[in-house]
């Protein structure tokens, strides 16, 4: 099955898209049809406000048992912690609900993330994505990417190879004064007081900024052109994995404090623009 350095071949590449594509409607149209009137806080993680609702859950759950029917030999990762371990070399990661926060309160920027990487997702730097699909249930369309193929938006419940999709592409910006930032903030208090000191550098030097609230929307924001840059720090490789290859198969530049986005600062920004971007956040 694999070819290159571990790296599936290019028809099962194809297959894995596909299948990140129509997994994430599956899960996106679960998400948004079978909302409860009253989302309920099941459990919370990191902090009060760090929260797990029945919905993610039940997401994460609908959504392992499609990739083990169809992928039985490969891992999967997922921010609601029921992790696989595999043997194919493949691992699947996934966020169920990207954006709980905004689906708590029916606010319609949520997102369900799925990408399939090799190496070893815990090893910052130590993993590529090799195919990946973001679905935003309020627009009602599927984001998808698989290496060297571009990036395409395509609507919910189409494949993606519909002829329909749209290519993406990263914004054109060349100032950093224009530039237009999206950005989030962890859920720890301490952490948030770093990245209010950090905004005093950002708010000064850019058009603006805007917290939409899914890291995984953010991406794709980015890769469509819809906002110029993203920058984070705190992220994990569920909220990060799908949106970094739609960003770079879209023309942009994913980089960290070194060469690979992760925990400690993930740049999202057309080539252009990375450098600037990338030094306000480390200061
Ligand atoms: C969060 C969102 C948010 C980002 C946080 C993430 P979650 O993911 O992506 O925009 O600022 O860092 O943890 O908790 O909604 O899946």
Known sequence: ???????????????????????????????????????????????????????????????????????????ILGEEGADVAGSSGL???VDPIDGTVNYLYDIPAYAVSIAVVTG?????????VVAGAVADPSRRVVHHARRGGGSWTVAEGEGPDSRTGRALHVSDETLLARTLLATGFGYAAETRARQAEVMTRVLPAVRDIRRIGSAALDLVRVAEGTV?????????????????????????????????????????????????VKALFVG
């Open 1 to 75: 099955m694999t070819g290159d350095a571990g790296q599936p071949s290019g028809e099962v590449v194809v297959e894995l898209e596909r299948l990140c594509v129509e997994v994430a409607a599956e899960a996106s149209r679960f998400i948004r049809d079978e909302r409860p009137d009253r989302v309920r806080v099941a459990q919370t993680k990191s902090t009060e406000t760090d929260v797990v609702t029945l919905m993610d859950t039940a997401s994460e759950r609908l959504i392992h048992e499609r990739l083990l029917a169809a992928r039985p030999d490969d891992g």
């Open 91 to 93: 691992t699947w990661v």
């Open 120 to 128: 070893d997702v815990s090893v910052a730097g130590g993993w590529t």
């Open 228 to 276: 110029d840059a993203y920058a984070e720090a705190g992220l994990n490789p569920w909220d990060l994995a799908a949106g970094w290859l739609l960003v770079e198969e879209a023309g942009g530049v994913v980089t960290g404090t070194g060469r690979h986005p992760g925990k400690e600062l993930t740049v999202a920004a057309p080539p252009s623009l990375v450098d600037e």
